[in-house]
């Protein structure tokens, strides 16, 4: 199998790493750099991504797009308490956003592709081959079409995307934490922008996200503005110089802060240094660790509380927490070090550079993929739908894709037909609404006493385990009599698989959703017209003859659609009858309740 980069697609920074060996390295560009900015910006010649896009960040602030991560997958209502952080021009097609640039639109995935396009070209001169393969990685919390979104990015840019890992299990891997097979990690991300704790539980080398909470507008950059708030308040003081009139003293003021708290992550003081507009002469002041850390006291106990709160979701206090991972650059500052630590009563892991580790662990599971364990995938979602085959050939769905695993779902079901002396458990794997669309996974069959049709009460249970091993249990409840089976549902499946049934349930879901309803409105046919025979044949003169007329010719009619393929004709033979049986219907539910009034069982009424 060839090459698998990981991918770090961050909403400020990405990377790229690969597996030297077995240990994971960042790959770094021909200057030697290995962050590349997560901003796009178009010039007249076409566009830039990374370095020379942030350059573009101020004097062309409406072409250069940043923070793209923030929209893949979603749309304008989403975002209306983010609009007005941009300044570039959002829109909406079909539901998505899209970015305005000029007379041209793209979406998210095709601008995130063009960082993915700028890393895959770093990788592919640095490896001196094609690199057509990524593992990339997500936040916790993203959604299905969040995930979508990342993985079309993907495609976009010529990459095939092997699999999509969250953040959080990427940097537990950069750890080699799976090597512990069970244990409890937090892990705490506290970047330039976005703040995420996530609570994973690890078993036997399969992490399972317990929990996840953040803060989307809190990162390293509300430090640095802490800072630039201290020093504009000074040389108001000082000087007499209203800095809001300068935008460029603003932005020397934000790179000052910023190289001064990354100084004080290593020194106990540091001196900022401004030269003022307006001949005002010079501002210079030191800064102690100390009042640094009063300044952003209240930020990083913001992070802390919402650790808690994760906590709290999982069931779990900071004690039952057996290591703590910390990703992003804000993590190297000492304060956050220290509460991080006095909150998990444990001293965090830091020896990986904490900007780079979610990439590494990336490469790791690329690592692990191109390694060929050739029938197993390693997952910590399911990949795939799983469900039983339902009546008439359509599927009901027990547990849906990217469910993380260990996970467990019951539904109860019941029979079609009188006197059923069994009922067949159909195991079914995939994203079309119809059975025979999808991938067969097993069979088996419950024997059942004979009953009427919705009488007997079946319990199918689904469970996954860490292995990703699912087993099905069918119970009859009213006999107690059960019977189950185990599959493996990833066994033989390849990721091309998975990705093509997805494609395919894209492709075909409006036709799908049509034949479904057809065969939904057959079922519903079949169970009207057995009630109405029997209905016509115990009425006892209730009916009037034009009545009884109407109804015999609505069943024949019926009768006759029933093989038609349009479910609206099929909806609308089920109205003609439902109208004219109204008056029917009326009357069983007047005996029923006579019937009941009567203290007598309305079953025995209705059958
Ligand atoms: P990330 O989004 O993970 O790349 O993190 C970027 C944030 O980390 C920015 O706010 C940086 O200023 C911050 N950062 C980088 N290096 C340091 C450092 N040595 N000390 C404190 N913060 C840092």
Redesign the pocket.
Known sequence: MSRIVGIDL????SLVAYMDGDQPRVIPNAEGRV?VPSIVSFIETGYVVGDPAKDQLITNAERTVYSIKRFMGRGLQDLRHELQYFPYTLAEQNGVVTVQIGSNEFTPPEISAMILKELKKRAEAFLGEEVTQAVITVPAYFNDAQRQATKDAGRIAGLHVARIVNEPTAASLAYGLQGKQQGLVAVY??????FDISILKLKEGIFEVLATNGNTHL???D??RRVVQLIAREIQEQFALDVTQHIDLIQTMRVAA?AA??????HETTTITLLLPEDKGTYSRQLQRSEFEALIKELVTDTVVRCHFALSDAGLSASDIDDVVM???????PLVRQMVEKAFKRGPHTNIN??EVVALGAAVQGGILAGGVQDMLLLDVTPLSLGIEGLGGTINPLIRRNTTIPTQAKEVYTTSADNQTAVVIHILQGERELAKDNRSLAKFNLPLPPASAGMPRIEVNFMIDANGILNVGARDLQTGQSQSIEVKPSYGLTDDAVEGMIQDSIKFAEADIAERLAIEARNEMDALEISTVKILEEEKGVLEESERNQIVEALKNLRQTREQSDYRVLRKAIDQLNTATKHLAEVAMDHQLKAALQNKKVSEIVS
């Open positions: 961050g909403t400020t920074n962050i991300d506290l970047g330039g922008g976005t990162g390293g950059d430090f640095d910023e708290k990354c100084e004080l992550t290593s990703v992003g650059g804000s993590t190297r500052t904490p900007d």
